[in-house]
């Protein structure tokens, strides 16, 4: 998975798929409604989309940006980082399920703007990505996306610090789902011989 930070604006923004939060009963973006000719409000009053948590609909517009996916947050007060962290792995997961490689994020919008937000916000795209197929013959469920960027005030490091943090929980999943017959003690020795290789670290494996 690879971030970018970029300095858009809705002028400028090429996306397969462009997406924006709203908190519970706040008021649609007029520059961002009138460039997609007012449908996200039409759609809102039509969906009766409120904001609310896990509420979202997705408004098809131009050859710049194909699709607007508005996902609810619910109620500022509540907006936590185990929160953002959840929205972003069902948001991955469900574009996923679309086939999407990339997509791009307002960050304005989700509050990225603050270095903790930013963090869980990447943690729940990696996680979000997961899955363990080592063992399946058929692997057609591999999640694609590959790039998102993201438009707006956003920290590239606290993302990449983020992404890293989440790799290696994924890491830990892995070794987690391997049967005992896999997973043997020589096989973790050799797994954290190869984590040793890393600058700084060095490893004393005792063989009892």
Do not use: W
Request: glycine letters at 4%.
């Amino acid at each position: 998975m690879k971030f970018e930070v970029k300095k858009y604006d809705l002028k400028t923004i090429r996306a397969k798929m462009l997406v924006i939060g709203i908190f519970k009963n706040e008021k649609i973006n007029l520059s961002i409604d009138k460039s997609f000719n007012y449908q996200i409000s039409n759609a809102v009053k039509i969906d009766n989309f409120k904001g609310e948590k896990n509420q979202s609909i997705i408004v098809y517009g131009d050859k710049n940006i194909k699709k607007l996916h508005i996902v609810g947050l619910g109620s500022k007060k509540n907006y936590t980082i185990d929160r953002i962290r959840s929205n972003f792995a069902n948001l991955v997961r469900i574009l996923s399920v679309n086939k999407l490689e990339s997509f791009v994020v307002d960050s304005k919008s989700f509050l990225l703007d603050n270095d903790e937000n930013a963090q869980a916000c990447s943690e729940g795209i990696m996680l979000g990505l997961y899955n363990f197929l080592d063992y399946k013959s058929d692997k057609k469920n591999k999640k694609n996306i590959t790039k998102k960027d993201f438009f707006g005030k956003c920290n590239f490091e606290i993302l990449e610090k983020g992404k890293i943090i989440a790799e290696a929980v994924n890491y830990s999943r892995d070794l987690g789902n391997h049967p005992p017959n896999i997973l043997t003690p020589t096989y973790l020795a050799e797994e954290s011989k190869n984590i040793a290789k890393s600058k700084n670290m060095s490893i004393k494996v005792i063989d009892i």
